[in-house]
């Protein structure tokens, strides 16, 4: 339980200078390897990025995305601030990019492949994701989930980057190295008595648009009480 509760999404602190052992990673893979996965599907696959070089030109996509994705940010919703996580990934020794194969959605039958494959696709590799970034945890590793690579320009100019075949789809990309952790991060949680319902769906409990908005504004990163 502790574990779950200290694993915390690290947007600062990286420690550059601090080499994760290859030994490491063999076991935070392994560890993905072993989620589960729609009839066991096991959609994933992992590009382990040590090179200094292609983790600065990562950066660079990223920061070319960034531009357009406030600018819509901006335009959609007159705001910016939230949308860019940084670029303290930059100096995690260690980049995992999370790919996807989805031929491997023919694992599911006929009628499930046809009506949800999308959730039991990007459900499995949100397992496979999840389990990596908790064995990092227990490591004492820290990750953060760079999920704009998944958009269409990051993707396309990783997969030339990368020489990622077709039909790979980029899921994640998940930096891993030691850190040091603001002790001003607070990423806070819902209370459990609040979205549990017991036996039947408890009106009482129903949230308005009102309760809706009030919990964006101070629990998720909209909030102006989330701390990075
Ligand atoms: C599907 C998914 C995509 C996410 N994408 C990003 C992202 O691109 N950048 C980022 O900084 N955090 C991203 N996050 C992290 C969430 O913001 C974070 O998990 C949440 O605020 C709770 O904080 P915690 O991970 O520290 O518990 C993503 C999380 C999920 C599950």
Redesign the pocket.
């Known amino acids: 339980m502790d574990l779950l509760r200290s ?5 600062a602190g990286f420690l550059k200078d601090v080499p994760v052992p290859e030994e490491h990673i063999q076991q935070i893979l392994d560890a993905a390897r072993w989620a589960p996965s729609a009839g066991n599907s096991q959609p994933w696959e992992f590009i382990v990025i040590r090179d200094a070089q292609t983790r600065e030109k990562i950066v660079e996509i990223y920061k070319a995305q960034m531009r357009e994705k406030i600018e819509i940010e901006q335009a959609a919703r007159g705001q910016r601030s939230f949308v860019d ?2 670029l303290d990934f930059r100096h995690a020794p260690v980049h995992v990019i999370v790919l996807g194969d989805p031929r491997t959605t023919d694992a599911y039958p006929t009628r499930t492949r046809l009506d949800k494959w999308e959730s039991h696709f990007y459900g499995s590799l ?1 397992n496979c ?2 389990q990596l ?1 908790l064995a990092a945890e227990v490591l004492g590793l820290s990750s ?5 690579v998944a958009s269409p320009y990051f993707s396309v100019m990783l997969k030339s980057l990368l020489h990622i075949p077709e039909p790979l789809q980029v899921y ?1 990309l998940l930096p891993l190295g030691f850190a040091k952790r603001s002790p001003t ?1 607070r ?1 806070p ?1 819902r209370a459990l008595e609040e979205l549990t319902h017991y036996e039947r769906y408890d009106a009482a409990k129903a949230r308005s648009d009102a309760d809706i908005q009030e919990f964006m504004a101070t629990q ?2 909209r909030g102006s009480q ?1 701390r ?1």
């Open positions: 694993r915390r999404s690290v947007r996580s940084g949100a994701v999840l970034l953060m989930y760079v999920s704009d994640h991060m990423h949680r998720s990163i989330y990075w």
